[in-house]
């Protein structure tokens, strides 16, 4: 019998999804060789993880990039940084995926300018911009503006693609950091697509489109989401998340083509799900999730990228990346997932799942709307004290056993993994001299160009931000006359302001029932009447621009729940700001959550201002991504105690923060 006969095969077998790896460090030079490695492993597309200074609107030589050059992506400043990454590289046949928020409007013009000197018109290029700021208020904090001038950029992007980029998705609405952040499958589902209707509504609202068009509009937005280890839930997750986009585009925006309705995704697999302890078990979490997205192909992913299993260590090498791509190409080469139509219909417990999580998004999505969109929910704070809320409920579970991550809360028993037996060596390590060198190119950059241009272009942008006109335009013309990032954000800043997000803590749900808590909330009370203090005091801080701060807002809401006063003003402090907090408010402690692996250089920072002002006496603890041997200088350099992702048990985290505080203090 002619095995491509057998009954339920497809008479062609579905076309492999997008293959990418989410690369970039150092420099857009070491940057472009890293793409063009991966290309020759096969991978099928580019996606480009910039570092915080560029994703926050700032040049490598501003305070507050100090210690972030190059750590978590690639820096980019100018149009010069720009040809560099993509050098070699024909734009006109790639798709590429840039993760860029804030200034995607930016990048975007950098990117398509660089694409035209290489001859490639801008209506052949064909990616992704994520451009979706609302996510950064809730998760990863690289925003830069207010939430309604933000969606304006927004709106302003994908009003020029539509003319210009017919091929260019120009957002992403991005799910992914929300279930990192705590959101259920429900929230998920329910608080991305209040995005999703926010940006129509923005672009529909603008004036820029005609309201016969709004269909073209729906067909270029895709979603980025993330898929967890519980993959069968994620199946599900994913064909509510088709289900309800199908309903609110032909619904709410009247479009009757159904190629226009249909929902379009990428994913990545859930980096901070993966775990420092036995990093080989990371190989198979990462193959489960990415099944969550691939097995049903109703609702299969058209691009995915996947994290590497020592992600929880630090940064990557090409190796980890290319083992991570193989995997990709096995599950589409080897196996028969592609020859068969959707492996779920008629699923009875498949429809039920999706049915459930359909009527909960639904029920997340009107509570938003009702309370005037997803601007208003962001800034009232009730979408990041649901997410809060919810992480703390996960963590919860986690500590009291209910939920089960192996080699972490379950089988701690272990041999000495190889994979790990290098030490540093395991993961990539950034020279310290890229950022001196990143400082001293963009300072070269500023001096060789014509300031007059540089000037003019400016002006009309800042010009043009305090009217309703189309801000691309400016925009390209700043990038032609040679501005950089920093000072194209810092023109905006100007008009928009900036902005700091609520920081989801008050009224967030603590510990509840566990059993350990009590004691610790005796010893609190017990060493704050042995200093003579009514409660004691911690201050949190979120030195530099990381924007992750799941951690600290946990280990705050632990502390608050143990009977501490928390001091958390949120993410990107300068260290002279935690400094002025920490003597201002005479805490006890002071507590610094560095997750973007600039650790060496804002925390001795914090320290030496302590010093300066008179606080050396006052004890500091790290908690972050910290290899073994920087968390042996931290502590040479004054640090009381180093956390890393090990240390899950939030409860007994804040136990030793009462003995650091007893230890410093004398107490015994």
Known sequence: MDEKALPGRLPERDRPWVMRTYAGHSSAAATNSLFRRNLAKGQTGLSVAFDLPTQTGYDPDHELAAGEVGRVGV???????MRALFDGIPLGGMNTSMTINAPAMWLLALYGTVATEQGHPASALAGTTQNDIIKEYLSRGTYIFPPAASLRLTADVIA??????????????????????GATPVQEVGFALSTAVAVLDAVRDSGQVPAGRMGDVAQRISFFVNAGVRFVEEIA???????LWDEITRERYGVTDPKQRRFRYGVQVNSLGLTEAQPENNIQRIVLEMLGVTLSRDARARAVQLPAWNEALGLPRPWDQQWSLRMQQVLAYESDLLEYPDLFEGSHVMTTLVEGIVAGARVELDKVLEMGGVVAAVETGYLKSALVASLAERRRRMEAGADVVVGVNRYTETEPSPLTAAGAEAVEQVDPAVEAAATAAVQRWRAGRDGAAVDAALARLRADAATTTNLMPATLECVRAGVTTGEWAGALRQVFGEYRAPTGLTGAAGAGGDATLAAVRERVAATARELGSGRLRLLVGKPGLDGHSNGAEQIAVRARDAGFEVIYQGIRLTAGQIVAAAVEEDVDLVGLSVLSGSHLAAVPAVLDGLRAAGRGDLPVVV????????????????????FTPKDFALTGIIDELVTVIRTANALG
């Open 623 to 642: 908690g972050g991504i910290i290899p073994a041997g920087d968390a042996e200088q931290l502590r040479a350099a004054g640090v009381a105690r180093v």
């Open 160 to 181: 020029h693609t539509l003319t210009t980029m017919p091929k260019w998705n120009p957002v992403n609405i991005c799910s992914y950091h929300l279930q990192e952040a």
């Open 237 to 243: 997750k994913m064909r509510a998340f088709g289900a």
């Open 75 to 81: 820096p980019v400043a100018h149009l010069g940084d």
